[in-house]
Structure formats: C-alpha cells, structure tokens
C-alpha cells in the first residue's frame, strides 16, 4: 500500500506460534484484512522459529533457522492496536515505516 494514510508495521517471533497469534490477533482484534498481513523468515532460511513450539517441540528435525517475521499494512489510525497486538502475541522489534 502506497499511500500516506498507512504504514508497514513489522515484528518479529521466537516461534511459528506466536507469529501466528498476532496473525489472528491483527485480524480478529484490529480488523486488519488476512490479504494486508504477511509471515515470512526474518532471515533467508526457512525456519520454524528459533525455539521449538506446538507441533515442532515434538520433532528432533524442526527447522530452527532464526526469527520469524509478520508484517502488515496498517492504517496510522490503528497502528497503536496493531502494536499491542503484536507485543501481547509475545513480538521482538516491533517497527514501522
């Protein structure tokens, strides 16, 4: 989204599941549409975090190649839900531009 009246707000997540709790808590508490919220490596590898989590903490081979990262596109009126959102989902670095 290129115009003025929003920002790209990112974090980053020890594990798979809490970047996929601030997923559901963008979503379900800030109203922020699914499309406009992306899960991505921090780093280049594919990683399940840098911790086991859920399904992962069960498996010797889980791929623990650093951070993960989730960024949205969100409107300035909301970018202060969208922090406490990412921050209660358990987020590191929380940064906008």
């Given amino acids: 989204m290129s115009d003025d009246s929003t920002k790209t707000m990112w974090a980053t997540f020890a594990t798979r599941e809490a ?3 601030a997923v559901e808590h963008l979503v379900q508490q800030c109203g922020i549409a699914r499309t406009d919220v992306f899960i991505e490596p921090n780093a280049g590898l594919n990683t399940a975090g840098i911790k086991p989590s859920g399904g992962d903490a069960v498996r010797a081979d889980a ?3 650093g951070e993960i990262r989730v960024s949205a596109d969100i409107a300035h009126a909301d970018l202060l839900d969208a922090e406490k959102a990412f ?3 358990g987020a590191h ?4 531009r």
């Fill in 63 to 65: 791929p623990l190649h």
């Fill in 87 to 89: 921050r209660q989902a």
């Fill in 19 to 21: 970047a996929d709790r």
């Fill in 93 to 96: 670095n929380v940064m906008a």
